[in-house]
């Protein structure tokens, strides 16, 4: 009965959530570390420049994975941020807080950024950077994915914290822009928390031997009701 009642009362794994579910105090949580806080904002003006690419908060798909080390919370912009049109432009920002619970002890010792991000054309770009502990932290890293002309791809970076904290501001900005004949792309981009300590133990409460048993017994006396109720 006791694992039973375990089933009914764990906690259920975290799947793809839309970002607009998630603004306004929702929270995802992947082992012992919490992603909430969420915020978001486009700047995009498809009002005065029609051929901008507005991202909505509803095509944002936030989904979370874990290795005993790390956690990993991922962006997926579902259809993706593609620019074709001349002039065109995105830009957003998504921020969020990353923090573990107790009783874990382990704590957030650096974070890495990768992403699918990509330019074609000589006069177009895109990028996703991050700053760990905000934008206004004083000496705070900047993690960075682009690509872009004169500059080349980056498609991974991070950044080591001085020290471990146990719950981390993340605010990052996203933007693109292309000029004549070009395109720019962002479908999606990850960022992974390195965890220092030993992960929390979970319990198992174990299947009582005499259980089956039990239920073969119960099903026994299902039967012979029912033998019995018969005419």
Sequence with gaps: MAFIISLATCPAQAASVTLSSLLGGGSVTEGDVTFGTFAFLDLSDVASYPEDREVAPSEVLISTSATASSVTLTATFDPSITLVAD?????????????????????????????????????????????????????????????????????????????????LLMEGKSEGGIGFDSSAHLSTYSLTFDLLGDPPVTTVVPLPAGLPLLLAGLGGLALVRRRHARP
């Design 87 to 167: 002039g065109a432009f995105f830009k957003f920002f998504l921020d969020f807080v990353a923090s573990v619970d107790a009783p874990s002890t382990r704590q957030i010792s650096g974070v890495s950024l990768t992403g699918d991000i990509i330019h074609a054309g000589s006069d177009s770009g895109v990028e996703a950077v991050y700053a760990l502990g905000g934008f206004g932290s004083i000496g705070g890293p900047e993690i960075e994915i682009f690509s872009a002309p004169g500059f080349g791809t980056q498609i991974s970076d991070g950044a080591a914290l001085g020290t471990p904290v146990s719950a």
